[in-house]
């Protein structure tokens, strides 16, 4: 199975990224403010359109490797503005002996936060991820990232409190949700 292309919510359409999305792809993440949160140190922003153009067509190719990931442009259906991205990424790390653990993460263009946007569009990628057949989905963040929090506590996800990982400075601030928690489209 893999992850449904489009997805529409209430305000929002989530879509494969384009070419054409690399402005504002470069916009966020050539933002120190942005990406220090997004991985461990040192944070390198991105530099030109031609970076933006690779992360991409990167982001497009590791869906096509495993259909169980996906990186969806959130789109703000009023006026066609993408204002971050929702996705679904295959963790690298061993627990219990199984490799492959999927996280949802997420992140928002500084000019668009405090609509409500991750927070919806994480909640229908959810749904999407449960759909397509995933089980479990865990949510990782720098123990301090207060906004992020924030969205996994709207999505109903369950704490799993401070965990030592390998991102984030060694120390995650963990959530998980299951297959059964799948929060309902809210509808306004
Ligand atoms: C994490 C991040 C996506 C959170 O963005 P956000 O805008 O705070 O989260 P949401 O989209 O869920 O919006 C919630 C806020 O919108 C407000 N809001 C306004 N209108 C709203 C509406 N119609 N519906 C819902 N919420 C609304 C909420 O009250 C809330 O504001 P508050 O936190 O001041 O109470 C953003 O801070 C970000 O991109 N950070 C950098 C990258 C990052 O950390 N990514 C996660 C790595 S683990």
């Known amino acids: 199975m893999s992850i449904a292309t489009a997805i529409e919510t209430e305000r929002l359409m989530l879509r494969p990224y384009r070419a054409d999305d690399a402005e504002r792809v470069l916009d966020v ?6 990406i220090r949160w997004l991985d461990n140190p040192p944070s390198t922003p991105m530099a030109d359109l031609d970076q933006a153009r690779a992360w991409v067509d990167r982001e497009l190719r590791r ?4 259909p169980l990931q996906a990186w969806r442009a959130i789109e703000v259906r009023d006026s066609g ?8 990424a295959r963790l690298e790390r061993i627990v ?9 993460g997420w992140h ?9 946007y991750a927070s919806e569009a994480a909640a229908a990628m959810v749904r999407a991820a449960f759909a397509a057949g995933h089980r479990r989905l865990v949510i990782d963040m720098y123990p301090d990232n207060h906004p992020s929090a924030g969205v996994a506590r709207r999505l109903g996800a369950r704490e799993l ?10 120390t995650s601030l ?4 299951v297959a059964a928690s799948v929060p309902r ?3 306004g």
């Open 161 to 170: 409190g401070e965990q030592a990982e390998p991102w984030y400075g060694d």
């Open 174 to 177: 963990m959530f998980e949700l």
């Open 96 to 104: 219990d002996g199984f490799v492959g653990e999927y996280e949802i």
């Open 29 to 34: 993440h050539s933002r120190l403010a942005v």
């Open 63 to 66: 869906e096509r490797e495993d």
């Open 185 to 187: 489209e809210r509808r």
């Open 108 to 116: 928002l263009n500084p000019d668009s936060v405090g609509n409500g």
């Open 81 to 88: 503005l993408v204002v971050g991205c929702v996705l679904l």
